[in-house]
């Protein structure tokens, strides 16, 4: 049986017996599918350092260097959502996609994803976005 982060059952064969239950099992089922979905945009030893590390290294589109995303479990404070080490220089960045009421329900997975697109398509618009973080 699963539960929320307040103990709550999620059971999902279960009729949800309050909104609070029901939002726990729609966001646990939102989070399941954003981490698929981002395991499969991931090479084979990216996957491997995901489940080994919790972090996934990527190749900067324009320079070729190495940046570390760290994938923390239940990252919801500001400095951890974005927490990519420039691999050659140790510089830390954070970049947050723009927040609103829909992105702030995203779920972390999604949040790596679109981390890990922007470094490998635009790495110079993640460096102009991005801030540094110490």
Not at 49 to 57: A, E, T, V
Request: charged share 30%; hydrophobic share 30%; glycine share 2%.
């Amino acid at each position: 049986m699963l539960r929320g982060s307040d103990g709550v059952a999620l059971d999902s064969t279960a009729h949800p017996s309050s909104p609070k239950q029901e939002k726990y099992i729609s966001e646990y089922a939102a989070s399941r599918r954003a981490f698929r979905l981002l395991r499969s945009h991931l090479t084979r030893k990216q996957r491997n350092q995901l489940k080994r590390s919790r972090s996934i290294d990527v190749v900067g589109s324009h320079s070729g260097d190495v940046y570390r995303i760290r994938c923390h479990d239940n990252s919801r404070y500001d400095a951890a959502i974005a927490n990519i080490i420039h691999q050659r220089t140790k510089k830390v960045y954070c970049l947050h996609l723009e927040t609103d009421d829909f992105f702030d329900d995203l779920p972390d997975a999604d949040h790596y994803l679109a981390q890990k697109l922007i470094i490998e398509t635009n790495e110079r618009s993640f460096l102009r976005k991005a801030r540094r973080c110490y």
